[in-house]
């Protein structure tokens, strides 16, 4: 077998020392995201977004296209020509009638700046409606934000849960050792362990799923187990006024802003409707060669009659779109007010319901436990009252929990329903 040099082997130490670092440092779960973070990320790799976005360039061009002058027309004429022989003198090749005509159309009653104005309005409808997309897809990410601090939370819960019954079969075993519970109730504890157990278990999926979600729309390729994210999971019962809420919304909703632009832009649609309805005339110059008068030119224009169709299909049809687009921007307005008042009854509802939560029950809740749990292990309270006395505290801290969660969704249907966060 062939021996490695001293110095070759010390590079091949070092560099599998660099490949293990780099190994670990990839296998390194990263710091976990703040909802700014997070939401940072959404917007920079977000496929659907980035491809939304696109389509306000599209419409730019489209501004381009519309504001551009009609092209002029040039137009070369050889006339009179005798390609054969014995013809009369008139008819040879030297006395052909060449002929060259350039011609512009103008167009009357501001045609190609309403154009322009149209296509500016449809990139400020096309903008509206990237931000209503945005919109829509922030409130799932926040979703899936909140259901991923909501699953720690319930998984750090079940974990205390698992921990403190453990402490208590410690305890239980050591009373079964001395002769003080019988076997039966050792062993009823001991099954009951199987449900917490189960409650880690669930609760880990939980957790684990949340952050395939995420992740999802983050359009990220890192495995969960190095991802994370942090934030506050708590309520707070300061509440601006509903009135406060709509006022904001009417002034935000991006739905909204793109219903009164498609108003604005009908109109516009109409005023170039009738404006097409009129006469554009043509104006041409040509210079030429006529023998014997040599060369010449001229000036003209054709000025179209306008007496059987004026547009007035399209007159009305842009008039009839003016009333459906009000329309439309009315149900959308009183959309707004629906999803506004709709959040916020959920919304305080939650408050309502949290309050004697923090305030009270789970203070009663801790209190009844390490109470009943005390006197159970001190001959004063019978198994039945103890597990009893756990199932009660289990189930009050995970119904705070849950509220909490749903305080926090109904939070970001508010902030979807007026169009920006104003519940943080």
Do not use: C, H, M, W
């Given at each position: 077998m062939k021996r490695l040099s001293s110095q070759a082997l010390v590079f091949l130490l070092l560099g599998t020392g660099l490949s293990g670092r780099a190994f670990a440092q990839a296998r390194a779960p990263q710091p976990p995201l703040t909802w700014e973070q997070v939401r940072q990320r959404f917007e920079q790799n977000?496929?659907?977004?980035?491809?939304?976005?696109?389509?306000?360039?599209?419409?730019?061009?489209?501004?381009?296209?519309?504001?551009?002058?009609?092209?002029?027309?040039?137009?070369?004429?050889?006339?009179?020509?005798?390609?054969?022989?014995?013809g009369p003198p008139h008819s040879t090749f030297g006395t052909v009638l060449s002929v060259a005509t350039v011609s512009y159309l103008h167009e009357r009653r501001h045609k190609r700046e309403l154009r322009l104005e149209s296509a500016r309005e449809a990139t400020g409808i096309a903008t509206s409606g990237q931000a209503d997309l945005e919109r829509n897809l922030l409130f799932s990410l926040r979703n899936a934000f909140v259901q991923t601090l909501q699953a720690k939370a319930v998984l750090r819960l079940a974990q205390d849960n698992l921990s403190y019954y453990d402490d208590v079969l410690k305890v239980s075993r050591e009373r079964y050792k001395a002769g003080d519970i019988a076997q039966v109730d050792l062993d009823r504890l001991e099954l009951q362990r199987v449900q917490y157990e189960s409650d880690v278990q669930t609760a880990q999926v939980n957790l684990r799923t949340a952050k395939i979600q995420l992740l999802t729309l983050l359009n990220e390729r890192i495995p969960v187990e190095q991802f994370d994210v942090t934030g506050t999971f708590d309520f707070t019962d300061q509440l601006q006024t509903l009135e406060e809420f709509r006022k904001v919304a009417l002034d935000t909703r991006p739905d909204l802003r793109a219903a009164t632009q498609a108003v604005n832009k009908a109109k516009t649609d109409h005023r170039l409707a009738t404006a097409n309805g009129s006469t554009d005339p043509i104006f041409g110059f040509d210079v030429g060669r006529n023998p014997p008068i040599d060369q010449y030119f001229g000036v003209g224009v054709s000025i179209p009659l306008r007496i059987f169709n004026r547009n007035?299909?399209?007159?009305?049809?842009?008039?009839?779109?003016?009333?459906?687009?009000?329309?439309?921007?009315d149900a959308i307005q009183a959309q707004v007010f629906s999803d506004v008042d709709s959040a916020y009854a959920t919304l305080s509802s939650n408050v309502i319901l949290l309050g004697p939560y923090k305030a009270k029950y789970l203070q009663q809740a801790v209190r009844v436990r390490d109470t009943i749990t005390f006197s159970y292990q001190h001959g004063g309270a019978s198994l039945l009252d103890f597990l009893n006395a756990q199932s009660e505290y289990r189930s009050v801290e995970r119904n705070y929990l849950s509220l909490i969660g749903s305080y926090l969704i109904a939070a970001s249907q508010l902030n979807l329903a007026v169009g920006r966060e104003v519940i943080p």
């Open positions: 977000n496929p659907i977004l980035l491809a939304s976005k696109l389509t306000i360039d599209e419409s730019k061009a489209q501004e381009v296209t519309a504001y551009l002058r009609p092209n002029p027309a040039l137009s070369l004429t050889a006339d009179q020509i005798n390609p054969f022989s014995g007035q299909g399209e007159k009305l049809r842009t008039q009839l779109d003016i009333t459906r687009n009000e329309r439309v921007r």
